[in-house]
């Protein structure tokens, strides 16, 4: 019975010591891989030109008055409609 505790206390710090460099290493990854992820799609959301265009109202009822359903979304990032404002102190 003593061997047998002893055999098993001497593999179990090696296995407990991999184990955690594993979890910190996949830890450490999981967080690099979120923040590329969050990286990328904040400069995919950066190009999205509405807020300086002269038809986007800045209402949450009608965002656009040419393209509603498209404004702010991927999708109007090439707005063929896009018109940039001219005089802040006119909208």
Not at 66 to 83: F, G, K, L, M, R
Request: contains cysteine; glycine residues 2%.
């Amino acid at each position: 019975m003593h061997f047998l505790f002893f055999t098993i206390q001497k593999l179990l710090v090696p296995i407990c010591f991999i184990s955690a460099w594993v979890l910190v290493t996949m830890v450490v990854w999981s967080l690099w891989a979120a923040t590329r992820d969050g990286v990328k799609t904040a400069q995919k959301m950066h190009q999205i030109p509405c807020a300086g265009c002269q038809y986007f109202t800045d209402d949450h009822r009608l965002k656009c008055t040419v393209h509603p359903s498209i404004a702010n979304t991927e999708e109007a990032i090439q707005c063929i409609d896009y018109q940039p404002k001219t005089n802040s102190m006119f909208y």
